[in-house]
């Protein structure tokens, strides 16, 4: 069974640019979480998505936006960038919201702002 | 405000020894608390998940355990490998939220031959 992708890998931007992130879950899976990682603050939940429809955010800015589809990828966009978004985007997926599941990572995208 | 706290913040230690990681939470209400591993550039590696009523979970060389009335957890790893040497992250879900995940800084472990 696939794992989580996520595309791209890595990623340059310059400063007020926009740049969308894709994630595709487990088959079958139709619960995806994005998370922000960097070393200062470690990571952080973004927002998660369940059929479509957004569950729960985290506080993050309105730059930061996302979306699922019926087939439940998922795409995360950040508008306006700032030097401080630099940092390690991970999704997750999970069969259904937990209590309990399990969620299983992507390997992040790698964003980097000049 | 939800915190997860944990100690220490890195950690060296030889091959084959045993070594134990801490996790404090603040979280309430409580839904369940996992144990991840992430290796550097790697997304984190699940390797427990525990609910209130669990006290202690193994998977493997891992060993996890929880005391919810205390709202510590710790993550025992016994006869390390080189492999080992990775962040281990402390997490906890509340409540009915979902993913909505607080996480632990994380305790840095490196395994030195």
């Known amino acids: 069974k696939a794992g989580v992708t996520q595309t791209p890998r890595y990623l340059i931007k310059t400063r007020g640019q926009q740049v969308t992130l894709s994630c595709s879950p487990i088959?079958?899976?139709?619960?995806v979480s994005w998370y922000q990682q960097t070393p200062g603050q470690g990571l952080q939940f973004l927002f998660e998505?369940?059929?479509?429809?957004?569950?729960n955010k985290g506080n993050f800015p309105g730059r930061f936006s996302g979306r699922q589809f019926s087939n439940s990828r998922s795409e995360m966009n950040v508008s306006t960038l700032e030097l401080g978004d630099s940092a390690l985007y991970l999704c997750?997926?999970?069969?259904?919201?937990?209590?309990?599941?399990?969620?299983?990572f992507g390997p992040g995208t790698r964003l980097t702002v000049l | 405000k939800n915190q997860v706290e944990q100690s220490p913040q890195s950690l060296i230690i030889l091959e084959g020894k045993n070594c134990t990681l801490q996790c404090n939470y603040t979280v309430s209400p409580f839904s369940n608390l996992r144990w991840y591993k992430q290796d550097t550039g790697r997304g984190p590696v699940s390797l427990t998940i525990?609910?209130?009523?669990?006290n202690t979970k193994s998977n493997g060389r891992y060993t996890a355990t929880l005391d919810a009335d205390t709202k510590q957890s710790s993550l025992h790893i016994t006869a390390s490998q080189l492999s080992d040497s990775a962040s281990y992250i402390c997490v906890v879900s509340e409540g009915d939220a979902g993913n909505m995940l607080t996480f632990g800084g994380g305790t840095r472990l490196m395994v030195k031959p």
């Open positions: 997750a997926s999970s069969l259904r919201p937990p209590l309990g599941g399990e969620q299983f």
């Open positions: 998505y369940f059929s479509e429809t957004q569950r």
């Open positions: 525990m609910t209130f009523s669990e």
């Open positions: 088959s079958g899976h139709r619960s």
